[in-house]
C-alpha cells in the first residue's frame, strides 16, 4: 500500500491535470466547449438517447444538460425529436455536421497531445494510458462506491461502509 505521501503528492498531481484539460481546451473549435465535445461523444459512443441519460452519463443536472443541447443543437451538431415511447420527452441524435466536428476535435487534441509530448517514447505513452485507464476504472468512471469516514483531525479512513444514499457502484 502507498504512503500517505504518496497518496498526497498523487492528489496535487491529479489537481494539476486541469492545466493540461485547458490546455487541451484551447485546441477546440470556438464555439465547441469541452463540454460540448464531450456530449457529442457520447452520442457517437452510446447513440441516439434521451436528455435524462446523456445527464446521468454527463454527472450534470436537467438545466446543464438542456443548455448544453441547446447549444449543439442550434448549431446543427444534434438533433432533438419526440421519444416515441414518451412524447414528453427528446430524443438526441448526433448529425453528420456533429460527426464532423467531432473528427475535426480528434485530430485538433491528437496533435495538440503528440506536440505536448513529443520527447515522450512510445512506451511511456502506452503505460501511461494503462495507468490512467486503471484509475478511472479503480474510481468506477468517478462514481464513488465506497464514502471515506472523516475525522476530527481531518483525515480520512479507508471505510468498507458503503454512502447511505447510493448503491455500490
Same mark, same amino acid.
Given at each position: 500500500?502507498?504512503?500517505?505521501?504518496?497518496?498526497?503528492?498523487?492528489?496535487?498531481?491529479?489537481?494539476?491535470?486541469?492545466?493540461?484539460?485547458?490546455?487541451?481546451?484551447?485546441?477546440?473549435?470556438?464555439?465547441?466547449?469541452?463540454?460540448?465535445?464531450?456530449?457529442?461523444?457520447?452520442?457517437?459512443? !452510446?447513440?441516439?438517447?434521451? %436528455?435524462? *441519460? =446523456?445527464? /446521468?452519463?454527463? +454527472?450534470?443536472?436537467?438545466?446543464?444538460?438542456?443548455?448544453?443541447?441547446?447549444?449543439?443543437?442550434?448549431?446543427?451538431?444534434?438533433?432533438?425529436?419526440?421519444?416515441?415511447?414518451?412524447?414528453?420527452?427528446?430524443?438526441?441524435?448526433?448529425?453528420?455536421?456533429?460527426?464532423?466536428?467531432?473528427?475535426?476535435?480528434?485530430?485538433?487534441?491528437?496533435?495538440?497531445?503528440?506536440?505536448?509530448?513529443?520527447?515522450?517514447?512510445?512506451?511511456?505513452?502506452? !503505460?501511461?494510458?494503462?495507468? %490512467?485507464? *486503471? =484509475?478511472? /476504472?479503480?474510481? +468506477?468512471?468517478?462514481?464513488?462506491?465506497?464514502?471515506?469516514?472523516?475525522?476530527?483531525?481531518?483525515?480520512?479512513?479507508?471505510?468498507?461502509?458503503?454512502?447511505?444514499?447510493?448503491?455500490?457502484?
Amino acid at each position: 500500500m502507498a504512503a500517505q505521501e504518496q497518496y498526497e503528492e498523487l492528489a496535487r498531481q491529479l489537481s494539476a491535470i486541469g492545466t493540461v484539460k485547458r490546455g487541451l481546451s484551447r485546441a477546440l473549435p470556438q464555439d465547441c466547449s469541452p463540454a460540448t465535445a464531450m456530449l457529442l461523444n457520447l452520442l457517437k459512443q !452510446h447513440g441516439d438517447m434521451r %436528455m435524462s *441519460r =446523456l445527464g /446521468e452519463l454527463l +454527472g450534470i443536472d436537467a438545466s446543464v444538460t438542456s443548455r448544453h443541447v441547446a447549444h449543439a443543437a442550434d448549431r446543427g451538431w444534434i438533433t432533438r425529436r419526440p421519444d416515441p415511447l414518451d412524447k414528453r420527452s427528446r430524443q438526441l441524435s448526433l448529425t453528420p455536421s456533429g460527426e464532423a466536428l467531432l473528427q475535426e476535435v480528434s485530430v485538433r487534441y491528437t496533435d495538440a497531445l503528440a506536440t505536448c509530448l513529443r520527447d515522450w517514447s512510445d512506451d511511456d505513452v502506452g !503505460h501511461l494510458i494503462g495507468l %490512467m485507464t *486503471r =484509475l478511472r /476504472e479503480s474510481f +468506477g468512471e468517478c462514481r464513488p462506491r465506497l464514502a471515506p469516514q472523516y475525522h476530527p483531525a481531518g483525515h480520512a479512513t479507508g471505510s468498507t461502509t458503503a454512502h447511505p444514499t447510493r448503491t455500490p457502484a
